[in-house]
């Protein structure tokens, strides 16, 4: 566990942020922020990971080009909007990069470009093109204001999604920080919703991308609110190599700290995203251990928290474990139900459901009282093996339905 | 198009069926049916399919063991209790099939064993043992109550399902008939909920099989209402040959008729099931024409339908089609998001919103009153080749939620 400071993605040396709102979607509240910068002093090491979706966004393929060449000094991005399937869509992700160049005295290439919101409208460019100017004064005035930024990503979500760390590589503080966003249509695979990692590191391009392809797999990948992989998924770091450590240019003892840092960044704020899930109520977490391998293990864990039966069950704080088990059996991962124990865990105690298999007699007051908790632990043991792996997500309530049937009107 | 005629499971010669109360799950009302048994005057040739799901109920697999000779006599079933993970399940999925055997005078093996309602709890082997001398009587007086064995495998379905068709095969008439459940934890695969069939067409096994494997892939197979695969689907036909007609043992003319007849009563079953998944408002046709073959067709088609977002949408008659592109995308079926047209259909017109992957303008009170009836086709044409396929859903509502947040308790 490393310290946990202040300062979201404005807490590593020399990085700045802004937030202010422009009206990029008609009728907005005008206390809502949507158009975020992130700057830093120096050019950055960056690394991204994207949707698999076979439809993308145009600000994902804008994005997967600026960093080709391993480095960016910031990132725009705007919600209300996520400037995808329309006639228009690529120019206006290129129109966003020129923007924020323009007002930065930078390249349009140096800039991550995001956007979320509604699929199929056009983007309201204009309106994000007059919004910058404003941004680019508040850094310029020296503005580190991470929540700002964080504020402005967000869409559904309840709470904005900030954590910041600090640890020490070859002698030297290292902070990394970052803001994400989430709430529904979140299944990552291989990418996540938004998130902007920023951290004052010196680490190459090719160290910071293994480590971030690595973390995300056991992360954001890992989270699933809905099981609708976005067209905008993007997940990317930024480091500028700030705090004077050593460069980390290969897998020694400091890249392991790092990797770690970035691992325990990332936990936090996938933890955030499945808490904040649309209308959820409740954070589930599932733990399988005993498993074959870590695949076998993540893909049983991954399908518990996916099924929708498990999420209004556990909405309802009933403790019907016959649907944890019917979801590992379709999961396509292999493991004997005979040999599967499952305990139900929070706050309030843990208690045993089911062993090897089959039903075991238990306390449904107990149950109840343990399931009315705002964090769940589904922890199964199929007892074959080492493989262990932990994944998120949440209830399934009637507030996912009606943020979900009422969204783009 | 096939005649439709009355009758359910009865109406093909030589079958009789009843559905009694027997009291399987603690407290449930004296007028819910729970126990059905359906027989056949002759044996008959028999084929079924069943969950691929892991974790299997004790009497599918006693089930599998009955038809491992291909001949049947009928089926015994109950609501209620799934009869699956409990220490004596598979010992009381024998004793039902004994009990059914000891009230016919039949043998054990002969019956097909299935039963549906909550994992996990021990069933009352007791209170269907009592039940059984009062269905066999009903048998013996001579009832042919489809209704009452319909009814009596509804958990919490709404409205029975059950069909009859008749056509002319090698000149006479054969009479085919199905029953079946569904609502909740529908995501067939390979097999389907409960789904009894039976006919008086003179089949072999072998023939059988091959009708039903090829059918069940293209209709059951094709709903889906929550992504949950349950652990007790079968689906199962009985053909006891009565009506006369030469033995259909090749893949001649004879035998395209009996497997149009069996895809007709599979689809308007599958149809019924989707119409009344838990919580259901609205049924949801996706049809995908245009893709490389039916293999990515399907693929797509079930995305569509399976996802969250567009269900939740379809909830709230909102022509959100970015949802429904997104779901293609993540659905790991090849096309090109640029050659994408969609529609929105139902009985008040049809209304394009997508055209090559873009947004079109559309007139969003067209939009709303399409999308408020209570069949809605989504029609996606991907442009590529001549690949071809309907998948069957509903809509995500409030219902559901309900539902499911506590059904066990």
Known sequence: MFEQINGGVCAAKGFKAAGVHCGVKAGSKPDKNDLALILSEKECA???TYTLNRVK?????VTMEHLEDGVAWGVVANSGNANACCPMSHENAVAMAKAAAAVTGREQSDFVVCSTGVIGQTINIAAIEAGLPKVAEKLAAGEAASDAAARAIMTTD??????ALQAKIGGKT?????????SGMIHPNMGTMLCFITTDCAITHEMLEDALRDVVTKTFNRVTVDGDTSTNDTCVVLANGMAGNELVEWKNEDY????????????ELARKIAADGEGASR?????VSGARNEETAERLAKAVVGSSLVKAAMFGADANWGRVICAMGYSKAPFRPEYVDIRFGSAAGDILVCEQGAAVAF???????ILTQSEIVIDINVNEGEGTAECWGCDLTYDYVKINGDYRT
Chains 1, 2 share one sequence.
């Open 46 to 48: 960056a690394a991204g």
């Open 57 to 61: 966004a145009a600000p994902v393929y």
């Open 158 to 163: 309840t709470a904005k999604k900030e954590v």
């Open 174 to 182: 290292v902070t990394m920080g970052g803001i994400a966003k989430g």
């Open 256 to 267: 392991e700290t790092f990797r770690s840092l970035l691992m325990e960044l990332c936990t």
């Open 283 to 287: 954070l589930i977490t599932c733990t």
């Open 363 to 369: 306390d449904e007051e107990q149950a109840k009282k």
